[in-house]
């Protein structure tokens, strides 16, 4: 069974800029969950979706967004860059109890290492 | 505040050797517990869980071990080699789809 995919793998953008990260979790995994890891801050959660709805988010700024589609892949997207979003992006993917609720395991895709000049 | 703690930024031990990963965290209302694997320029991977009603789960050379009085877990990895050098982090959970990580120990496995 494939994991967790992200792409692009490697990002460089300006301050003031948007972007967007993709992420396609392992099949069958309906539950996506984003992370931010930088060296000063650790890893730190920014929002779970499941069933193309958000129902968990971190304590980051409006202008972290997210969303996902029906077929349970799911994007990020960050506004108006500024130099402190440099960062790794992390996307995790997790299996679901019958009655959706989701498994704590979560496994990793490789993540996106975005940088902001 | 922090709520999930490694406080050893760095271990070092001989190959064949028992490596003890340790973790503190604060909030009682964690009731699952994580510990992943990473190298550089990829994902944290997964290695073994337990929950807050177990004290002990083990896999293969992966054993955690969870004391909830003190709020400590740690992992001993037995006999150690040096494919285990990478970052190790603990990972808390309270609410699924949300970890809350350690800020992760580099272990380094001697030959």
């Known amino acids: 069974k494939a994991g967790v995919t992200q792409t692009p793998r490697y990002l460089i953008k300006t301050r003031g800029q948007q972007v967007t990260l993709s992420c396609s979790p392992i099949?069958?995994?309906?539950?996506v969950s984003w992370y931010q890891q930088t060296p000063g801050q650790g890893l730190q959660f920014l929002f779970e979706?499941?069933?193309?709805?958000?129902?968990n988010k971190g304590n980051f700024p409006g202008r972290f967004s997210g969303r996902q589609f029906s077929n349970s892949r799911s994007e990020m997207n960050v506004s108006t860059l500024e130099l402190g979003d440099s960062a790794l992006y992390l996307c995790?993917?997790?299996?679901?109890?019958?009655?959706?609720?989701?498994?704590?395991?979560?496994?990793f895709g490789p993540g996106t290492r975005l940088t902001v000049l | 505040d922090q709520q999930v703690k490694q406080n050893s930024p760095s271990l070092s031990v001989q190959e064949g050797r028992i490596s003890i990963l340790n973790c503190d965290y604060t909030n009682s209302m964690f009731d699952y517990f994580l510990w992943y694997k990473k190298y550089p320029a990829e994902g944290p991977t997964f290695l073994i869980s337990i929950s807050s009603i177990k004290d002990k789960n083990e896999d293969g050379r992966f054993t955690v071990f969870l004391n909830k009085s003190a709020k400590h877990l740690s992992l001993h990895i037995v006999p150690s080699q040096p494919g285990d050098s990478a970052v190790y982090f603990c990972?808390?959970?309270?609410?699924?789809?949300?970890?809350?990580f350690g800020q992760g120990t580099t272990l380094q496995v001697k030959p």
């Open positions: 979706y499941f069933s193309e709805t958000q129902r």
């Open positions: 995790a993917s997790s299996l679901q109890l019958a009655g959706g609720t989701s498994y704590n395991e979560q496994f």
């Open positions: 099949s069958g995994h309906r539950s």
């Open positions: 990972a808390a959970s309270r609410m699924r789809g949300k970890l809350i």
